[in-house]
Nanobody
Framework: QIHVAQQGGGSVQAGESLTLSCVLSGQTRSNFVVGWFRQTPLKEREFLAALAWSHNYTYYEDHVKGRFTSSSDSAKNTAYLLMASLQPEDTAVYYC?????????????????WGQGTQVTVSS
């Protein structure tokens, strides 16, 4: 069992940056993937980025590539998503999730454990 606790989020102005944290605890395997998603009331859960923990390899969806950066601190069992140049259309509830298959995938259903979600609101 893995517990995923999200930190961060909040309200920012357009053009500002925000960092989300995802603290992992429990029986994580040595090789797993941390995925980042977001969701609005009108859209399905949308994949943003994924990080293969043991290789520190990252993959980004095209529309966030260059603006969002996923990283990790293994000593703190924490993954991060740095979001830069935020725009109002980035407003959503953001989630991190763990996929113990260690295969990077964009499908939410592949992820086994989810954080509680955190609201990010960007004002123009």
């Amino acid at each position: 069992q893995i517990h995923v606790a999200q930190q961060g989020g909040g309200s920012v102005q357009a053009g500002e940056s925000l960092t989300l944290s995802c603290v992992l605890s429990g029986q994580t395997r040595s090789n797993f993937v941390v995925g980042w998603f977001r969701q609005t009331p009108l859209k399905e859960r949308e994949f943003l980025a994924a990080l293969a923990w043991s290789h520190n390899y990252t993959y980004y969806e095209d529309h966030v590539k260059g603006r969002f950066t996923s990283s990790s601190d293994s000593a703190k069992n924490t993954a991060y998503l740095l979001m830069a140049s935020l725009q109002p259309e980035d407003t959503a509830v953001y989630y991190c999730a763990v996929d113990q298959s260690a295969i990077i995938t964009t499908a939410p259903r592949a992820y086994d454990y989810w954080g509680q979600g955190t609201q990010v609101t960007v004002s123009s």
